[in-house]
């Protein structure tokens, strides 16, 4: 980030802002073994600004405290939040689709080993990356996509000029 202007930081305080509120409203299905974290879907917003890399990563950070999260899960969490959120902005040029690969990987090879840890769940970790995994692939492969194909057409309204990348792809 060569350049962080009021712009970056209000939107970035916006994806924060949407990513607590989601989580919290939908509290009972974000947290758990058995996850469909809907604020999740904001992690294909790297596509079209680097602003959404501390957006969803702080909000991920809130949300964990706020929902009352352990320590672990607050740290990993939102560590495995800021991976995919910084791999899903350096893959943006290669392909639109490949973006939501990154959070899906991060939070169903780290959270299974928060949950394990951090709370003690009995469950094997093969079956939390598993039940994690679909949750995310569910939250950020699919309605991640279908925000994003909502959001492209108005991006350059909605983000500026920020994202050329976009139109190339």
């Known amino acids: 980030m060569k350049n962080i202007t009021t712009k970056m930081m209000a939107q970035s305080a916006v994806i924060a802002a949407v990513y607590v509120v989601l989580t919290l409203a939908f509290a009972p299905i974000s947290f758990g073994a058995i996850q469909f974290r809907i604020s999740e879907a904001l992690c294909i917003l790297p596509f079209f600004t680097v602003a959404a890399i501390p957006g969803v990563s702080i909000?991920?950070?809130?949300?964990?405290?706020l929902g009352g999260a352990a320590l672990t899960d607050i740290i990993f969490g939102t560590l495995a939040t800021l991976i995919g959120a910084i791999l899903s902005y350096r893959l943006r040029s290669i392909s639109k689709w490949l973006v939501c690969v990154p959070p899906i990987l991060a939070n169903a090879i780290i959270i299974p080993f928060v949950l394990k840890?951090?709370?003690?769940?009995?469950?094997?970790?093969p079956y939390m990356m598993l039940t994690v995994g679909i949750g995310e692939v569910l939250a950020v492969g699919v309605l991640?996509?279908?925000?994003?194909?909502a959001l492209?057409?108005?991006?350059?309204?909605?983000?500026?000029?920020?994202n050329k990348v976009s139109q190339k792809v």
């Open 117 to 125: 840890y951090a709370y003690g769940l009995p469950d094997l970790i």
């Open 59 to 65: 909000g991920c950070l809130l949300a964990n405290i």
């Open 152 to 162: 492209e057409p108005k991006s350059s309204f909605v983000f500026g000029s920020e």
């Open 144 to 149: 991640g996509n279908l925000l994003m194909l």
